[in-house]
């Protein structure tokens, strides 16, 4: 599997209209987008640090994953995040070879448009990982 660097860091917040004022004075950053990603079931803003985003998340339903790990964990660091230059499935499918537990098998929708996959914690040291893929630079072979 071929990445280029981390994508995001993904961090659950308990309200956005709390959070995003908080990172843009603590850290001097500035929020340049705020999405809902219906199907997840929450809501995202985002910031740059050089190439790579912190994406804060606030679920939309307590049910919503990010709801449920707020309510067992806390407000705090969700997954990371990484970009594949080999294409996304590709990359799935060599993990998949080698052992490792998907949580998607197959890419989906994700914010500003990326495709994204989790991989699951139990094969990634505890972590939540995401991969994802801008579909504008999909690369179809191995």
């Known amino acids: 599997m071929k990445l280029s660097h981390i994508e995001h860091i993904g961090i659950a917040v308990k309200s956005l209209d ?4 908080l990172y843009e004075e603590l850290l001097g950053l ?3 987008a705020v999405e809902e990603v219906a199907d997840q079931k929450v809501k995202t803003a985002f ?7 912190i994406e804060l998340l606030e679920s939309t339903d307590p049910d919503g994953p990010i709801g449920k790990f707020i309510e067992k ?27 490792v537990q998907l949580i998607d098998k197959a890419p989906r929708k994700g914010a500003e448009g990326l495709s994204i996959a989790f991989l699951h914690p139990k094969s990634t040291g505890g972590i939540l990982t995401e991969l994802c893929e801008n579909p504008s630079k999909q690369i179809v072979s191995k």
Do not use: M, R, W
Request: hydrophobic share 30%.
């Open 18 to 21: 709390i959070a995003i004022p």
């Open 30 to 32: 500035k929020c340049y």
């Open 47 to 53: 910031f740059k640090i050089g190439e790579t985003k």
């Open 73 to 99: 964990k806390g407000e705090g660091v969700h997954h990371i995040a990484f970009a594949t230059t080999q294409g996304l499935q590709n990359s799935l499918d060599e993990l998949s070879e080698k052992g």
